[in-house]
């Protein structure tokens, strides 16, 4: 509230100075501007003074806060015949006096390199005791559209909706969007709508003859750009067909896989099959037969069971019989002796009670056969 006063007393003070004093401000350019960023512009601010104005000359240039509780911001001062141009450092080396002597009547101001964050209400006020005059001007510094990406959104197909979608990263609004064909006979199709502020461009049940090259175009009130897009429509696929096909894959990838596993299966099942065989034990096959031996053999065990019963006495007795030929069957089966022996004489076959009556204990004695198998 204080604030305000004080600006209120100023006001008239400054308001009733002015009455009596000869000093205006005689500049007639506009109140708002609009620039694009990276440009340069001329704040105007020409003066006249009277006889009556008799005082120092100030100049000052003043960026007026948004908010009334806060201060004005000081960008450029002329006290005491200087110019103070860096008073302000986001704008250090950017603005001047556009005359190298303020004092002749021209206040007025270049900026150059504008950036979007130079917006503002720009006031120019001129002392020169005792009068005091001032001009508000506002500038508006405006991003032209960067240049605008361009992309179909849906399927490109006959009989479908598609999307022609146009965007700009960087712009000042409002922007706005529009496009326009460049192949064929240069007109939208039929059931296109824009949509001015989003820049999409909607075609409906779309037909080959949509297909061609088109180019969108963002801008504002500081510039333009621009992108091209080629559409083609095409006649939808054979969704028969292709989804034969994909039955017609998948059976016969099924297929190799089960043929692998049958594979994989049988081998598995033989090698089981082949380790139970090798270690089977067969009950149903008679023991191998005794080896026929032969007559060195036979010689030489009966000769090793004779020298075992000899003593040293009657060692010398013992002769080693020749073995430069092959006994006959018969000397096979009766020990080799240096006198044949008599025949063996068959004991009387004693029956079995008889036998126990004379102490004997009956003993079973298991038959052989010739090549001297158990029977």
């Not at 061609?212 to 992108?227: F, L, P, Q």
Request: charged content about 20%; some cysteine; hydrophobic content about 35%.
């Amino acid at each position: 509230m204080e604030l305000f006063t004080t600006r209120f007393c100023c006001a008239m003070m400054t308001f009733v100075i002015g009455l009596v004093s000869g000093l205006e401000i005689s500049s007639t350019g506009p109140s708002s501007i609009e620039k694009a960023s990276g440009e340069s512009v001329k704040l105007d601010c020409q003066f006249t003074q009277g006889s009556e104005d008799t005082g120092p000359l100030d100049i000052e240039w003043s960026l007026r806060a948004s908010d009334s509780l806060r201060e004005d911001t000081v960008v450029l001062l002329y006290a005491g015949d200087r110019a103070y141009e860096d008073y302000y450092a986001p704008m250090k080396g950017r603005v001047h006096f556009n005359s190298p002597d303020p004092k002749n009547g021209d206040a007025s101001i270049s900026l150059t390199g504008l950036k979007s964050s130079d917006s503002g209400m720009y006031q120019c006020k001129v002392k020169k005791a005792p009068g005091i005059r001032s001009k508000t001007i506002q500038l508006i510094v405006m991003v032209k559209p960067s240049q605008p990406r361009c992309s179909i959104e849906g399927p490109s197909l006959e009989g479908k909706d598609l999307v022609l979608r146009c965007v700009s990263k960087e712009g000042t609004n409002p922007m706005r969007y529009s496009w326009d064909k460049t192949s064929g006979n240069k007109l939208l199709p039929p059931t296109a709508t824009l949509d001015a502020a989003g820049g999409g461009l909607t075609v409906k049940n779309a037909s080959a003859s949509a297909s061609g090259s088109y180019r969108c175009t963002a801008s504002n009130r500081v510039g333009s750009d621009e992108c091209v897009l080629q559409l083609n429509v095409t006649p939808p696929p054979n969704t028969a067909g292709i989804v034969a096909g994909s039955i017609i894959a998948v059976l016969l990838i099924l297929l190799i896989i089960a043929i692998i596993l049958f594979c994989f299966c049988r081998v598995r099942h033989r090698k089981k099959y082949e380790k139970e065989i090798c270690n089977e034990i067969r009950e149903d096959v008679p023991p191998p037969k005794s080896r026929v031996s032969t007559a060195r053999s036979f010689t030489v065990g009966s000769q090793r069971s004779s020298l075992g019963s000899m003593s040293p006495s009657n060692l010398h007795e013992y002769v080693k019989p020749q073995y430069d030929k092959i006994p006959s069957s018969e000397e096979f089966e009766r020990p080799p002796s240096r006198a044949p022996l008599p025949p063996p004489t068959i004991a009387p076959r004693m029956a079995g009670p008889n036998l126990s009556r004379m102490g004997g204990i009956a003993v079973m004695i298991p038959a052989q056969n010739r090549d001297g198998s158990i029977v």
